[in-house]
Each structure stands twice: as C-alpha cells, then as structure tokens.
C-alpha cells in the first residue's frame, strides 16, 4: 500500500448488503491503491478536462497541495457554516494566524473581496483574534479583483494552474 486517494466511483450503482440501492456516496471514502495502479490513475487525471472541473474538485485538489498555497498551511475545517455564509476553507498558518480560503474555479471578480471580508470578520468575532487573513483563489483574475485586493492588505488573490503535460 503505498497511496491514499479520493474515489469516484458511481456508489448509487452498487446495492447494499440487504438489496436495497445505494442512494449516496459514503463520506470521506477513500480507495487504497496498488503500487502498480497509480500510474494508469495519475494518467487519467491528466486526461481529464479542466472545464468539467467542479468547484468541489477544486476544493479537493487545493486541500490536497495547501503547502505550495502557502508553506506551513493547514486545514481546520472544510465548507464551515458560519452566520456570515459557507466558508470553503478555514486554515491556519505556520504562525498561528487563521487563513480563509475563498475558491471560485472561474474568474473571480472585485465580488469576492466583499465575500472573503465577511468571512473574516467572522472568524474575528468568533475566534477572538485579530490575526484573520484571506486567501481567494481563482482561474483567472479579473482588473477589479486586482485593484479590490489591492485595498485590502490583509487579502491575498492567485491564480491556480492546471498543466497538462
């Protein structure tokens, strides 16, 4: 056993041990790899293409390289409902600082600085911290997400990348 990843598969077409059909995926199910399946899985990621990429799988694949976002990056929580909105990730930095992660798999406009900030604030109000910080990662940029963050000193914007080779 060499590799742990996310699965898949279409569980609503499997049935359960007393006949029944499954209706949903189990949560936080994972598939254990041979060391001989993992190239033909990597190959298939790359094959992939990135316009059938889901806001969800962008969660997934950001959760999964949190330290090339930022080293010493680490998840507290996922999808956290919160009085303000849904925050799609709450981390913490190598000094103890709270990071929120916005992700819009599109471009990201001057929008989503409002959405981060609200989320900040209350992160804030409930951890009893001044050190917030936000992150917004988008596919592409927008001139008014630039200028916005700008303003902002305490809110970072990037860009995520995927190559296919």
């Known amino acids: 056993m060499t590799d742990i990843v996310p699965v898949s598969y279409d569980t609503c077409s499997f049935k359960k041990a007393d006949g029944a059909q499954v209706q949903a995926p189990p949560q936080s199910y994972v598939r254990v790899l041979p060391p001989d399946q993992i190239p033909q899985l990597q190959a298939l990621w790359r094959r ?3 316009k059938h990429l889901t806001e969800r799988n962008l ?24 009085l303000a909105g849904r925050l799609d990730l709450l981390c913490m930095d190598a000094s103890g600082s709270y990071v929120v992660v ?25 951890y009893h911290t001044e050190k917030v910080r936000g992150i917004i990662i988008v596919g592409k940029k927008d001139p008014t997400l630039k200028y916005a963050v700008m303003a902002a000193p305490n809110v970072q914007a990037k860009e995520f990348k995927l190559l296919i080779d």
């Open 102 to 126: 916005e992700l819009k798999r599109m471009q990201g406009t001057d929008q989503v600085v409002g959405q981060i900030l609200r989320y900040m604030g209350w992160v804030r109000e409930f």
């Open 59 to 82: 969660e997934d694949f950001v959760v999964q390289r949190l330290q090339e976002i930022e080293p010493g990056l680490r998840l507290v929580s996922r999808q956290l409902s919160t």
């Open 48 to 50: 992939t293409p990135s």
